[in-house]
């Protein structure tokens, strides 16, 4: 798979194989109580002939790719699904468009005018990336033999209306005068307007490169229809680790445990799991109000659920709920299919002169309009 970063690296991270110690299954209960321990009798999984670690519990572990060209919402006035036609439609478009994008650059070429061309992607933005760094995938989601039109399944595959007094500020009181950055927002969706390049904080979390934009690095972990859409996941008698090769966010996932205490915030939250028959399921809670997954508050609830749909792919279901925004909680599902690549490390500061330009650019701008000021 292709892996593009800030500072351009491409070092493969060597895999360490993490040694399972065989304990006894548990039953999935309440995130508050201890897990009683389960027979490991066969289930559907078993019945499948499907992977299982030496305790009986289903073998997640892999490296996958998450990479789509299914949309996030389902566009309007369309249904459920497409048929198979047009998935191979669309999936041989993307691979056509790429090809286009993965032609040599022209030495001889004009520069492009200020500003850009107009057109989508790199090449209408000066400065972007060249083609050969992207890839959002070229697949469409299939579950159980349906193409669907989205990642969110419910409501209705799109995320319900916010509340009224929900402002994007993710504190329940009204969206502040310099909108902060959120944990899914992509490159592009930086702040702008005045005050937006006072401080780095007023940039998006991804530009800082702490964490995954589009909210890769979750919870809810999700593709970002760009590039280093590889996770592996592994799996120990007490743990379950999530990492991401975007920005390289490497989640932990404590197994039949209890939330810490609600003062203590996290960046990705406070993962808890156990396991309900053949299904991985984690909560997240004690987020922190510095990344406001959509403008949450620091009382969001994720809850994910990574089963197998086979002996190679997963399927990874998530709900969001935050009553204080939204009208209502909302869910989405997308398969993990197996990598055919490596994963890379992703140096994003390694080399990276970006952020510090763009500090120095918005002094510059701010000096120049004080000399057009001062001769008026």
Known sequence: MRSGSLARVGVAVVAVTVAYVSVAPVHGQSPSTPRAPQSSTST??????????????PDLQGTYDVSTITPFERPNGVGESISEQEAQSREKQTVERRAVGDRPSDGKRQAPPVGGDGSAGA????????????????TWIVIDNVRRTSIITEPEGRVPPRKPQAGRGGRGGGAPAIALPTSD???????????????????PLGERCLLGFGSTSGPPTLPNGFYNNTKQLVQTKDYVMILNEMVHDARIVRLNSKHVPSNIRKWMGDSIGWYEGDTLVIETTNFTDKTRYMGTTQDLKVTERISRLDDKTLLYKFTIDDPAIFTKPWSGEYPWRPSK???YEYACHEGNYALGNIMRGA????KEAEEVAKQK
Do not use: H, I
């Open 44 to 57: 559907g999984a078993a019945k499948r002939g499907l992977p299982r670690l030496p305790d009986g519990r």
């Open 123 to 138: 090449a209408g933005n000066v400065g972007g990336y060249n083609g050969f760094w992207l890839d959002q995938g070229d």
């Open 341 to 343: 690549g490596l994963m």
């Open 185 to 203: 927002a992509g490159e592009n969706a930086a702040p702008s307007g005045r005050g937006a390049y006072d401080n780095p904080e007023q940039r």
């Open 363 to 366: 002094r510059l701008l701010e």
